[in-house]
């Protein structure tokens, strides 16, 4: 009511009942808080003030009373993990992060959302000291706190030891009510609930405002009911700004035997002339509107990005326990080392390294081209097997496809609360909650793998794509890549996928040909550390290759074939089951005396880093290039001249058929191909011109 709009109302906190601070300090440091995010929202002249206003005690109390963290090593294993879920609270964050040390300093503040700043509009986790994954997009973070508590709790029931607790921390995440409305939120709670995650810590910022205004609009569900019934512990706070109850709530918490949230009711802009009002939401409050602010909380309204040196010598004070907590720890890390050389030294090498163990490749299967004709999806399974025996941090599993996908791990169990040391995820029917969780997988330090059809990555893509922007390593093994998954028709054949994934940045999508080039996929995805990998892989069985090998697809595309050595009449270029389709085209126009290369290209984004010269000796200037692939022909311009795609949905039918329907078949490549031959020398000559075929994009010095 009136009382909550009131913005004269001062600041009260009551009931401080600790020895390191009084209620007068904790106003100090709040105000101190309220008054440095409102001075950067307002000098980028951007940003959202109304979360930081609301959440600024419940921050304090974290990050200076609970929270174990060192400044000086933001990196240290056992860490409490802070997700901001809803990221675009992010001045609190960056405020939080400076008043206790982190590499922000007062300049980085004034600079937020600027060009080339470390304090962007919404968090980076590769961007910003401390903050730990990407957010933005609502309840991502809540997924990926998720995953950073499903590695904890691996990570501990395999290294901990008795009298030996090296990872005992806990995953914090602030949320609000636009986190909770998300779809991803609730599939990541309710296998949280059902795994059982003690350590993970929800706060939900109650303030019962969105960018439309009320909630009572569109969101009046009993949020503590719906967690109690996924399982999780419920906790109530009624007054945000009761710091005492706060702590106290909280500290409850950590003893919890399942995952908690804690409800914490808040007003939006708190103390602004905007408070519980969608004004404050997502717009500067203007310069009067801070004056104002500043003044119901008994600061001076003139003085901006002032930190009182009481309240910076308080947080550094935290600051200091949390690098004697650190220095402790390291300590212990020593005593384990003496007595668990080897736990120790794979720890290191997970945790703080970040490297893979040595000599890994020699698990890694061979093939030949006399092997068995298998899916790339079968071969997926078996090079997925042998690789986790010697990688012991490749942890993941399936969207409720493990028997399709081939992703089931023979050499562990499942991940379950009561067996918290098992590496096979059962993700259940939740492919966003998956590729989220997976993204805090990534962040703590696990090789996560995560499994579907490859037309379902589409459910995931909110987080395979903020998986891209933060360069978090996760391998997407996506099965069932073409039409020709067959009977189950277009709503499962992925058409437009493809070249989605290939326009994304820092994403690397692979479609092998073969079991080789299979192996090779997996050596990239597991080599790249900047970025997220796609494994397209396909159901039908496919014919093994002369001449691939696991190196060449590094290289993006290669020659495969070629009828005889001189320069080529026409290049097919093809990736995946389409190779051996145009291998077989190739040998029938060789026969009508057409010279024809096959370029096997299971990745564009490798081919496109490899040099101009390797891309021109792959694809020579002048000869014409004919694309083959079952999906959309969007993106492959750059590569050829004509193409041989996907220009529809598919349809149900046995995948033979559909091949036939849809101009698949040797001798509908051989007809386009003449046809193709035909045309552009007509053209040619037409115009008068030596060659009617331009210059393709790959060819290009600058691409």
């Given at each position: 009511g009136t009382n909550r709009r009131s913005f004269t109302a001062k600041l009260i906190?009551?009931?401080?009942?600790?020895?390191?601070?009084?209620?007068k300090q904790d106003e100090k440091c709040i105000t101190a808080i309220r008054c440095l995010s409102i001075d950067m929202i307002q000098k980028a002249n951007s940003g959202h003030p109304g979360m930081p206003l609301g959440m600024a005690p419940v921050a304090h109390v974290l990050f200076s009373r609970i929270m174990k963290f060192a400044s000086s090593n933001s990196n240290w294993p056992n860490r409490d993990r802070f997700v901001l879920s809803n990221g675009h609270g992010c001045a609190l964050l960056y405020t939080m992060l400076h008043l206790c040390g982190f590499n922000i300093s007062m300049a980085d503040l004034k600079d937020f959302r600027q060009l080339?700043?470390?304090?962007?509009?919404?968090?980076?986790?590769?961007?910003?000291?401390?903050?730990?994954?990407?957010?933005?997009?609502?309840g991502q973070g809540?997924?990926?706190?998720?995953?950073?508590?499903?590695?904890?709790?691996?990570?501990?029931?395999?290294?901990?030891?008795?009298?030996?607790?090296?990872?005992?921390?806990?995953?914090?995440?602030?949320?609000?009510?636009?986190?909770?409305?998300?779809?991803?939120?609730?599939?990541?709670?309710?296998?949280?609930?059902?795994?059982?995650?003690?350590?993970?810590?929800?706060?939900?910022?109650?303030?019962?405002?969105?960018?439309?205004?009320?909630?009572?609009?569109?969101?009046?569900?009993?949020?503590?009911?719906?967690?109690?019934?996924?399982?999780?512990?419920?906790?109530?706070?009624?007054d945000g700004n009761d710091v005492s109850r706060v702590e106290t709530v909280i500290r409850s918490a950590l003893d919890a035997d399942r995952p908690t949230i804690i409800s914490l009711k808040t007003i939006i802009g708190f103390g602004s002339p905007k408070a519980d009002t969608a004004g404050a939401?997502?717009?500067?409050?203007?310069?009067?509107?801070?004056?104002?602010?500043?003044?119901?909380?008994?600061?001076?309204?003139?003085?901006?990005?002032?930190?009182?040196?009481?309240?910076?010598?308080?947080?550094?004070?935290?600051?200091?326990?949390?690098?004697?907590?650190?220095?402790?720890?390291?300590?212990?890390?020593?005593?384990?080392?003496?007595?668990?050389?080897?736990?120790?030294?794979?720890?290191?090498?997970i945790f703080i390294d970040r490297s893979l163990p040595k000599n890994w490749k020699d698990c890694l299967p061979k093939y030949s081209v006399d092997s068995p004709s298998v899916a790339t999806r079968v071969t997926s399974g078996e090079v997925l097997n042998a690789l986790a025996k010697v990688i012991p941090e490749l942890i993941g599993g399936s969207a409720d496809l493990s028997p399709s996908n081939k992703t089931e791990l023979k050499?562990?169990?499942?991940?379950?609360?009561?067996?918290?040391?098992?590496?096979?995820?059962?993700?259940?029917?939740?492919e966003f909650g998956m590729a989220a969780i997976g993204n805090g997988l990534s962040a703590y330090g696990l090789i996560p793998f995560a499994a579907t059809f490859l037309n379902f990555i589409t459910y995931?893509?909110?987080?395979?794509?903020?998986?891209?922007?933060?360069?978090?390593?996760?391998?997407?093994?996506?099965?069932?890549?073409?039409?020709?998954?067959?009977?189950?028709?277009?709503?499962?054949?992925?058409?437009?996928?493809?070249?989605?994934?290939?326009?994304?940045?820092?994403?690397?999508?692979?479609?092998?040909?073969?079991?080789?080039?299979?192996?090779?996929?997996?050596?990239?995805?597991?080599?790249?550390?900047?970025?997220?990998?796609?494994?397209?892989?396909?159901?039908?069985?496919?014919?093994?290759?002369?001449?691939?090998?696991?190196?060449?697809?590094?290289?993006?595309?290669?020659?495969?074939?070629?009828?005889?050595?001189?320069?080529?009449?026409?290049?097919?270029?093809?990736?995946?089951?389409?190779?051996?389709l145009a291998c077989?085209?190739?040998?029938?126009?060789?026969?009508?005396?057409?010279?024809?290369?096959?370029?096997?290209?299971?990745?564009?984004?490798?081919?496109?880093?490899?040099?101009?010269?390797?891309?021109?000796?792959?694809?020579?200037?002048?000869?014409?290039?004919?694309?083959?692939?079952?999906?959309?022909?969007?993106?492959?311009?750059?590569?050829?001249?004509?193409?041989?795609?996907?220009?529809?949905?598919?349809?149900?039918?046995?995948?033979?058929?559909?091949?036939k329907k849809f101009g698949f078949t040797i001798n509908d490549v051989v007809t386009r191909s003449k046809q193709f031959l035909q045309d552009s020398q007509s053209l040619a000559s037409e115009l008068k011109l030596h060659s009617s075929l331009g210059v393709l994009e790959c060819q290009y010095d600058s691409i």
């Open positions: 906190v009551v009931n401080i009942v600790k020895k390191m601070a009084d209620s080339g700043s470390i304090t962007p509009g919404h968090p980076e986790a590769h961007e910003t000291d401390g903050v730990e994954v990407s957010t933005g997009p609502l809540i997924a990926n706190a998720v995953g950073m508590a499903i590695a904890q709790a691996h990570s501990a029931s395999r290294f901990n030891k008795p009298d030996h607790q090296i990872l005992n921390h806990k995953v914090f995440v602030f949320c609000g009510d636009g986190c909770l409305q998300e779809g991803v939120a609730s599939e990541a709670a309710s296998l949280a609930g059902h795994l059982r995650l003690k350590d993970l810590i929800l706060i939900y910022d109650d303030n019962r405002i969105t960018i439309d205004g009320s909630t009572d609009m569109s969101f009046s569900e009993d949020v503590p009911a719906r967690f109690r019934a996924y399982g999780w512990n419920t906790l109530e706070i009624a939401h997502g717009s500067p409050l203007g310069v009067e509107n801070v004056r104002i602010t500043k003044k119901a909380f008994n600061t001076n309204p003139d003085a901006h990005f002032d930190v009182p040196n009481d309240v910076r010598q308080y947080y550094e004070e935290a600051s200091k326990r949390g690098t004697e907590l650190e220095q402790n720890w390291q300590k212990q890390f020593a005593d384990y080392k003496k007595a668990f050389p080897t736990e120790a030294a794979e720890f290191r090498r050499c562990s169990h499942d991940f379950q609360w009561n067996s918290p040391d098992g590496r096979y995820l059962r993700y259940g029917v939740r995931s893509w909110g987080a395979v794509r903020l998986g891209a922007l933060s360069q978090a390593r996760q391998i997407y093994i996506m099965t069932h890549d073409s039409i020709c998954l067959g009977e189950d028709g277009p709503t499962h054949q992925p058409i437009e996928v493809l070249p989605l994934c290939r326009a994304t940045p820092n994403l690397v999508a692979i479609r092998p040909a073969d079991c080789n080039e299979t192996v090779g996929a997996y050596i990239i995805a597991l080599e790249r550390s900047n970025g997220p990998t796609v494994l397209c892989l396909s159901r039908q069985n496919l014919p093994n290759l002369k001449a691939s090998t696991p190196e060449a697809v590094a290289k993006g595309a290669y020659v495969v074939q070629q009828t005889v050595e001189d320069k080529p009449d026409l290049v097919l270029i093809a990736s995946g089951s389409e190779v051996g077989d085209a190739a040998a029938e126009l060789g026969q009508s005396s057409i010279n024809v290369r096959v370029v096997s290209c299971p990745s564009h984004d490798l081919f496109l880093e490899q040099s101009t010269d390797y891309r021109r000796s792959v694809l020579p200037i002048g000869v014409p290039v004919i694309s083959i692939e079952i999906s959309s022909t969007f993106g492959w311009s750059g590569f050829a001249h004509h193409h041989i795609g996907m220009r529809s949905f598919g349809a149900s039918a046995p995948a033979k058929d559909l091949l």
